[in-house]
C-alpha cells in the first residue's frame, strides 16, 4: 500500500466559487498578494450604499494600505463607518492557459492617517504603494494632499479556481 494521499476529488463548485477545497493558505494569499494587482476597496457611504472604487495597494505585515486623496469619498466614508472591503483577483483563464482563477476579500475595519498625523509617514507609504505602479515624483500624485488608510483584515475570502473544469 501506498504512503501518497490520493488527490483530492474535485467539486464541480471549485471551478466556479469560493470553497473550503480551492481556500489560499495563508503562504498562497501572502505571495499573491505581494505581486501587483488592481484592487477594489468599498466603504460605506452616509446614505448606505457602498461605495467601491479601483485601488492600488500594498500588503505588508498582514496589512493592506492604500494611498488616496483628500479628497476621495472613502475617507469621510469610513470616518463615519470604518468597516471596510477590499477585494482582488485575477482571472487566469482569460488568455487561455487553462490555469484558473485567483481572488481575495478582506473584510476588516481600516484606519486613516493624514497628513497633518504623521506627514512622514504619508509620504513613505505613498511612495511604497503608488511606487509600485507610476513614478511617485509627478505633480499629479501631489496634486493634493493624502491620507493613507490601513485596513487590518479580520477574515478573508479566498480562492484558486483549479485549471479548466474537465468537460463532461
Request: glycine share 6%.
Amino acid at each position: 500500500m501506498s504512503d501518497r494521499k490520493k488527490p483530492q476529488e474535485r467539486s464541480q463548485l471549485d471551478y466556479t466559487t469560493a470553497t473550503a477545497g480551492n481556500a489560499l493558505s495563508a503562504d498562497a494569499l501572502d505571495g499573491f498578494l505581494a505581486h501587483r494587482h488592481d484592487g477594489r476597496l468599498a466603504t460605506i457611504r452616509a446614505d448606505g450604499w457602498p461605495h467601491l472604487t479601483p485601488v492600488w495597494f500594498l500588503w505588508e505585515e498582514s496589512l493592506l494600505r492604500f494611498s488616496l486623496g483628500a479628497s476621495r469619498l472613502h475617507l469621510p466614508n469610513l470616518r463615519s463607518d470604518a468597516r471596510a472591503t477590499f477585494c482582488v483577483g485575477e482571472d487566469l483563464e482569460r488568455d487561455a492557459s487553462g490555469r484558473g482563477t485567483v481572488a481575495a476579500v478582506a473584510f476588516g475595519r481600516a484606519t486613516i492617517t493624514t497628513m497633518e498625523d504623521d506627514e512622514a509617514f504619508v509620504r513613505a507609504m505613498t511612495e511604497a504603494v503608488l511606487g509600485r505602479y507610476r513614478p511617485t515624483d509627478e505633480a499629479i500624485v501631489w496634486a493634493e494632499d493624502r491620507a493613507i488608510v490601513t485596513l487590518d483584515p479580520d477574515r478573508w475570502l479566498t480562492w484558486a479556481s483549479p485549471p479548466t473544469a474537465p468537460q463532461p
